[in-house]
Every structure is written in structure tokens, then in C-alpha cells.
Nanobody, 128 residues
Framework: QVQVVESGGGLVQPGGSLRLSCEVS????????IGWFRQAPGKAREGVSC????????YYADSVRGRFTISRDNAKNTVHLYMSNLKPEDTAEYSC?????????????????????WGQGALVAVFS
């Protein structure tokens, strides 16, 4: 049974930082792509940052490049998203998704359409 469990998120002031974590079990991550997606009220889901396990390639949406960093902890089967210099427009529900065989670019640019397994979501709210 595949489980995707997110942690982190919360409330933060503009300019602040947060870290999201995504722990995956029940599926090998050897050739997988793992990504963080977000959806704000009234907006479509977008791929924020994704990582390919096969070659460690990464993808970042233009809106977060330079502020967000995705990384992987192989020992813990966990992927982290470190978010810095947060802005009010980053407010959204963030979800972790896994595609057992995929690429960072495709899983993110498809907006999560290629995701096979989803976590429950974590709210990130940025406000003064």
C-alpha cells in the first residue's frame, strides 16, 4: 500500500520561510518523479517544484525559482521543499505527488495529471 504523508506548512509573514516534507512508503522511488503542487482558491493546480529520482533533475515554476528548493533524503524516503522569502501569492494548499516512473519536468508541467499517488495536502498561508 502506497502512502504519501506531508508535514510542515502553517502560517507565516511575508518574507518568512517554511519547510514542507513528504514521506513516501510502499513504492520504490528509484525511477520515480516526486513533486510539490499547489492550488489556491479559484485557481488551477500548478506544479511548483519536482524532482526526478533517476537523475536528480529538478524543475521549478518561474514564480518560485530562486526562492524554493527541493531536496531528497534517500535514507528516509522523504522529499523536502524549503520555501523562503514567501509572498502572499504563495498562499495555497500544497500537495505532494508521486509518479512511479516519470520526469521532474513532465510531472510538474502536467499540473499533477501524471501523479499516481497523492498526499493529503498541507496549508501554507502567508499574510501580515
Amino acid at each position: 500500500q502506497v502512502q504519501v504523508v506531508e508535514s510542515g506548512g502553517g502560517l507565516v509573514q511575508p518574507g518568512g520561510s517554511l519547510r514542507l516534507s513528504c514521506e513516501v512508503s510502499g513504492v520504490t522511488l528509484r525511477n520515480s518523479a516526486i513533486g510539490w503542487f499547489r492550488q489556491a482558491p479559484g485557481k488551477a493546480r500548478e506544479g511548483v517544484s519536482c524532482l526526478s529520482s533517476s537523475d536528480d533533475s529538478t524543475y521549478y515554476a518561474d514564480s518560485v525559482r530562486g526562492r524554493f528548493t527541493i531536496s531528497r533524503d534517500n535514507a528516509k524516503n522523504t522529499v523536502h521543499l524549503y520555501m523562503s522569502n514567501l509572498k502572499p501569492e504563495d498562499t495555497a494548499e500544497y500537495s505532494c505527488g508521486v509518479d512511479a516512473v516519470g520526469s521532474a519536468w513532465y510531472i510538474c508541467t502536467s499540473g499533477g495529471g501524471a501523479v499516481e499517488h497523492w498526499g493529503q495536502g498541507a496549508l501554507v498561508a502567508v499574510f501580515s
